[in-house]
């Protein structure tokens, strides 16, 4: 990205099409649709694929040149995309199980990575009319309908009972040890669980205080929350504490953390029970 023009600009259009995209989901979400399973066991709705279609178009007329890589993109884009230094990420509806359940709670991903770094990131929420959105170097922004933006800031933690985010529709078994552990350290904890990567926002409007994620996801569930979490000056890391970088030889993430401002260690509270030996 080369000017702070270019940056603004690329902001606005992108709010634009993740809001767009929004309605087109939401349309379907209130009129019904069908589900269908991908071979990984994972939910795939008409309107995973129509978010996808009008992302992939609208961000190919922003920019030919940038190429685009979404959840839904064919197997042949995610071989080519390791000669790609600068590339669209996109999750056209993450959360797809919370749209099946009908409870609001799923989102559309739009981040530019650029070095393997997310360098610009919308989530937007359609059911709810709310977008986060950032760029590196940047302030978070926080809109909800009609309100205008807001700075958004993630709090530092201080000790104490912390407001943990946890997934929704995902196993419970691993992160009860780590909610042992932190009630055993901090005398308590209080948990509020949600879908999608409102999760990592949650924690970048300073509502939350830590987000650990201990099961699968992909890149592109993350990159753009990422993107409005380090601006609102938090962090996401794997767990041996190194920043998400993008562009891997796999797109499955490992597990991760997200947490806010400060240097509170929440990845010693998962020594012994890391990915590895689970």
Same mark, same amino acid.
């Given at each position: 990205?080369?000017? @702070?023009?270019?940056?603004?600009?690329?902001?606005?259009e992108v709010v634009r099409i993740a809001r767009q995209a929004g309605a087109c989901i939401v349309e379907i979400y209130q009129r019904g649709f069908n589900v269908d399973t991908k071979i990984d066991g994972s939910p795939l709705t008409t309107a995973d694929r129509a978010s996808h *279609?009008?992302?992939?178009?609208?961000?190919?007329?922003? @920019?030919a040149s940038t190429p685009v890589l979404s959840e839904e993109s064919s197997s042949s884009d995610q071989v080519d995309r390791m000669s790609w230094r600068r590339y669209w990420l996109v999750d056209?509806? @993450?959360?797809?199980? *919370?749209f099946v359940k009908r409870n609001g709670e799923f989102t559309v991903n739009?981040?530019?990575?650029?070095?393997? &770094?997310?360098?610009?990131? #919308?989530?937007?929420?359609p059911v709810k009319g709310l977008t986060h959105w950032s760029c590196a170097g940047g302030s978070a922004f926080r809109e909800a309908d009609g309100s205008g933006p807001?700075?958004?800031?993630?709090?530092?933690y201080?000790?104490?009972?912390p407001v943990v985010a946890a997934s929704r529709s995902h196993a419970r078994g691993t992160l009860q040890r780590f909610l042992n552990r #932190? *009630?055993?350290? *901090?005398?308590?904890?209080?948990?509020?669980?949600?879908g999608s990567a409102l999760k990592i926002c949650l924690i970048a409007e300073g509502r939350g205080d830590v987000y650990p994620r201990l099961g699968p996801t992909y890149e592109w569930d993350t990159a753009a929350a990422q993107c409005v979490l380090e601006s609102a000056g938090g962090k996401l890391t794997d767990l041996? &504490?190194?920043?998400? &970088?993008?562009?891997? @030889?796999?797109?499955?993430?490992?597990?991760? #953390?997200?947490?806010g401002i400060g240097s509170y260690d929440w990845c010693s509270l998962l020594e012994g029970i890391d990915e590895k030996s689970h």
């Open positions: 990205m080369n000017t @702070d023009l270019e940056i603004e600009h690329l902001v606005k *279609e009008l992302i992939t178009e609208q961000l190919s007329g922003l @920019d056209p509806l @993450d959360g797809t199980r *919370e739009i981040a530019l990575i650029e070095g393997r &770094r997310p360098v610009l990131g #919308v989530v937007h929420t807001e700075p958004i800031h993630a709090r530092e201080h000790g104490g009972p #932190v *009630e055993q350290r *901090e005398g308590g904890y209080r948990m509020l669980s949600m041996q &504490r190194t920043p998400f &970088r993008y562009n891997k @030889d796999s797109l499955l993430n490992p597990w991760f #953390v997200a947490s």
